[in-house]
């Protein structure tokens, strides 16, 4: 298997279990309080600024795809914030997310330049 190859896989890794993680986080009744930067838009957007970051090194070749499918997610994950108890929607949040995908394809495009 080549370098490569190794890379794109355990991005492709990381992306899944971000992916896992961020879901629970956001659809748990009580997420575990210890996992903050103790302001609840910065969460949000560190957490899809990594994703962004993660999905464009996993091999994402049409960022603005990447980024509407990111934004969706946030945005699905905010609609079924309705149905979980101690959860809102808040489109703020959608916002934030939306800055997070911004700065992660900033960060990671930057990256790969330099590389």
Not at 16 to 39: D, K, N, Q
């Amino acid at each position: 298997m080549s370098s490569l190859l190794r890379q794109r896989r355990f991005w492709q890794a990381m992306f899944g279990l971000l992916f896992i993680a961020i879901s629970y986080l956001a659809l748990s009744p009580a997420p575990p309080a210890g996992i903050s930067t103790g302001w609840d838009k910065a969460n949000h957007a560190l957490a899809f600024a990594t994703l962004a970051f993660c999905g464009h090194f996993a091999g994402a070749r049409r960022l603005w795809l990447l980024f509407i499918a990111l934004l969706a997610y946030g945005g699905a994950i905010e609609l079924l914030q309705l149905y979980v108890p101690n959860r809102e929607c808040n489109w703020h949040d959608l916002l934030a997310d939306g800055i997070g995908i911004l700065l992660g394809l900033t960060v990671s495009t930057a990256a790969r330049r330099f590389r």
